[in-house]
């Protein structure tokens, strides 16, 4: 049993390596983060160590539309940090916008 969490944990980690290396991902912003709540608000920005502190305390749910960036659309909180990804920890993976496209 520990030897197969130990596999799985090096899986895991050699994910997140290749991820990493991927062309989209992004550092997670120090600030600017904005979310839609529940009665359709947008909320924020805030700093990126408030959303850790509150996804750490389990505010968010996995499909809060949150953005990083203004120029980018809301998108699900699952979508930016898909696993094996911590939210707000690790890089966040932005998702290519219309009008960052089209050079707007």
């Not at 990493?20 to 359709?40: H, I, L, N, R």
């Not at 998108?75 to 960052?100: A, C, D, I, Y």
Request: hydrophobic fraction near 30%; charged fraction near 30%; proline fraction near 11%.
């Amino acid at each position: 049993q520990q030897q197969q969490r130990q596999q799985q944990e090096q899986q895991r980690q050699q994910q997140l390596q290749r991820l990493e290396q991927s062309a989209d991902k992004d550092k997670c912003p120090p600030d600017g983060w904005q979310y839609v709540d529940p009665k359709g608000t947008v909320q924020g920005p805030f700093t990126l160590l408030e959303m850790q502190l509150w996804h750490a305390l389990g505010f968010f749910q996995k499909d809060l539309p949150i953005r990083c960036d203004p120029k980018d659309e809301f998108t699900e909180l699952e979508k930016l940090f898909p696993p094996p990804l911590v939210p707000f920890e690790t890089f966040v993976r932005r998702l290519p916008n219309k009008s960052r496209v089209a050079g707007r």
